[in-house]
């Protein structure tokens, strides 16, 4: 509250977390969501689906009651170096894309983080509805992100800490400016680390 009755905006105004990452956090462990992938897919299909509802109520709640659109939403355990695209299809993205796609449809603004690499699944992250949402890359390829994703999100991010942490104020600048200059081309872009 006093920071915004100083003028600064909060960035988020609420967070939830895609289903399988809430099950696979706060009920089944990693190594447990793993396995069930295996073991017992469909009982983790129909968990996904009902953390769904609570993971939807918690951001629109919260939205409500900061008065900021923003709903981030950190990814970790559908990149790349957990699930095949084929389990990201099938266990992942249908419920995270139907809490993305509810939260739009209400005037609010996913922004999910993919912390690590998810390069592979671009073409399947683009399903969402144009202009409504804001993807931040940690370690994907924001190039190939820019050509996937680039008229359907605002992505963000891709400033690398150890490049910050050990490079020369001359190499910050030169991959910034490539950043501006390729991802920012045409708009959509935020420049983060």
């Not at 990814?75 to 796609?101: A, C, I, N, Y």
């Not at 949402?133 to 190039?143: L, M, P």
């Not at 190499?171 to 708009?187: P, S």
């Amino acid at each position: 509250q006093k920071a915004r009755e100083a003028g600064f905006p909060m960035q988020f105004g609420a967070l939830t977390q895609a289903p399988f990452d809430t099950l696979g956090d706060f009920f089944r462990g990693t190594k447990g969501s793993m396995l069930d992938m295996y073991r017992r897919p469909d009982k983790v299909l129909k968990a996904c689906e009902k953390l769904y509802e609570f993971m939807l109520e918690i951001a629109v709640n919260s939205t409500k009651a900061s008065g900021n659109p923003r709903v981030f939403i950190p990814l970790h355990k559908g990149l790349d170096g957990f699930m095949s695209e084929e389990q990201f299809k099938k266990f992942f993205w249908p419920t995270l894309r139907e809490l993305m796609v509810a939260l739009i449809d209400r005037g609010l603004t996913p922004c999910p983080l993919w912390e690590g690499d998810c390069t592979s699944r671009l073409e399947i992250i683009k399903d969402i509805p144009e202009g409504k949402a804001i993807y931040a890359f940690e370690a994907t390829d924001i190039f190939k992100a820019k050509q996937v994703l680039g008229d359907r999100v605002c992505i963000r991010g891709n400033v690398p800490l150890s490049l910050l942490a050990t490079g020369t104020p001359e190499d910050v600048r030169a991959y910034c400016k490539k950043l501006i200059d390729v991802v920012g081309k045409d708009g959509g872009y935020i420049m983060d680390a």
